[in-house]
T-cell receptor, first 111, second 114 residues
Framework: GNSVTQMEGPVTLSEEAFLTINCTYT??????LFWYVQYPGEGLQLLLK?????DKGSNKGFEATYRKETTSFHLEKGSVQVSDSAVYFC??????????FGQGTELSVKP | DTAVSQTPKYLVTQMGNDKSIKCEQN?????MYWYKQDSKKFLKIMFS???????INETVPNRFSPKSPDKAHLNLHINSLELGDSAVYFC?????????????FGPGTRLTVT
């Protein structure tokens, strides 16, 4: 079935550094792909999504492009802030209608 | 205006007790979900209801019983609590089932079983 694999954390960066969190997927067809963010003590929030191959999702300075050639949906941000410290989840629906999450990548940004 | 709300936010109880968690969404969505997040942050779906009908029922102990009195509410009752049930439980909702729609999550209920 459809699944995602994302890079393990934790990832520690200095403020204004460039961020990449890798996510690769296996899927039948081209299901929508999602990045969710979980700030400390809170529920998950949708960060961005892409609904078809070659789509780019973007929000709050984060971007991810749905690449079918490399089956990837890597999350990037040009300049991280302390407030971006959170856990980031890549996700895809499987054929049974279940949203399958990656294991989460914890990001810590230091001033 | 809260979209998906859960009560309580924290729940501390002893082994063997029975407890319930309530969830409500005011988004007009047809589909609601329960997820369990373990201490390593791994998220796994437990149940899903579409317009009060159970559509996803993962391999969960039958001590866990969801109930949806209407499409805006989904409650989770847990009987005979065990230490391993300690986790954060999230409720979520989406516009429709299996349509690839984004899901909106509640703030979570941290359950601690002692």
């Amino acid at each position: 079935g459809n699944s995602v694999t994302q890079m393990e954390g934790p990832v520690t960066l200095s403020e204004e550094a460039f961020l990449t969190i890798n996510c690769t997927y296996t899927a039948t067809g081209y299901p929508s792909l999602f990045w969710y963010v979980q700030y400390p003590g809170e529920g998950l929030q949708l960060l961005l999504k892409a609904t078809k191959a070659d789509d780019k999702g973007s929000n709050k300075g984060f971007e991810a492009t749905y690449r079918k050639e490399t089956t990837s949906f890597h999350l990037e941000k040009g300049s991280v802030q302390v407030s971006d410290s959170a856990v980031y989840f890549c996700a895809v629906y499987n054929q049974g209608g279940k949203l399958i999450f990656g294991q989460g990548t914890e990001l810590s940004v230091k001033p | 205006d809260t979209a998906v709300s859960q009560t309580p936010k924290y729940l501390v109880t002893q082994m063997g007790n029975d407890k319930s968690i309530k969830c409500e969404q005011n988004l007009g969505h047809d589909t609601m979900y329960w997820y369990k997040q373990d201490s390593k942050k791994f998220l796994k779906i437990m149940f899903s209801y579409n317009n009060k009908e159970l559509i996803i029922n993962e391999t969960v102990p039958n001590r866990f019983s969801p109930k949806s009195p209407d499409k805006a509410h989904l409650n989770l009752h847990i009987n005979s609590l065990e230490l391993g049930d300690s986790a954060v439980y999230f409720c979520a909702s989406s516009f429709r089932a299996g349509g690839g729609d984004e899901q909106y999550f509640g703030p979570g209920t941290r359950l601690t079983v002692t």
